[in-house]
């Protein structure tokens, strides 16, 4: 599971913003990603069952995380 969804600093965040057009998920926060996060690290699986390829991004690590599990709910 990505971070991010549980990170204060998600509507602000270019790295979180460039994982959801990874995802092919439109944002209305694109405007405001203005933040530049510390040393994140991005996982990626590659899931090629059933005759398709899908790719899944995550950020498993980020020293600019600050918890707040209240986030994604919020957006
Ligand atoms: S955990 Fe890091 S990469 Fe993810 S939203 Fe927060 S600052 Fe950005």
């Known amino acids: 599971m990505c971070i991010?969804?549980?990170?204060d600093l998600l509507t602000?965040?270019?790295?979180?913003?460039?994982?959801e057009n990874?995802?092919?998920?439109s944002s209305a926060n694109a405007k405001n990603s203005i933040f530049e996060p510390r040393k994140s690290q991005i996982a990626i699986n590659i899931n090629s069952s059933?005759?398709?390829?899908?790719h899944e991004w995550d950020v498993i690590f980020?020293?600019?995380f600050v918890l707040?599990?209240?986030?994604y709910s919020e957006q």
């Open 4 to 7: 991010c969804v549980n990170c």
């Open 12 to 19: 602000v965040c270019s790295v979180y913003q460039t994982i």
């Open 22 to 25: 990874l995802h092919c998920v």
């Open 50 to 54: 059933s005759g398709n390829i899908k």
């Open 62 to 64: 980020c020293d600019s």
């Open 68 to 71: 707040n599990i209240n986030t």
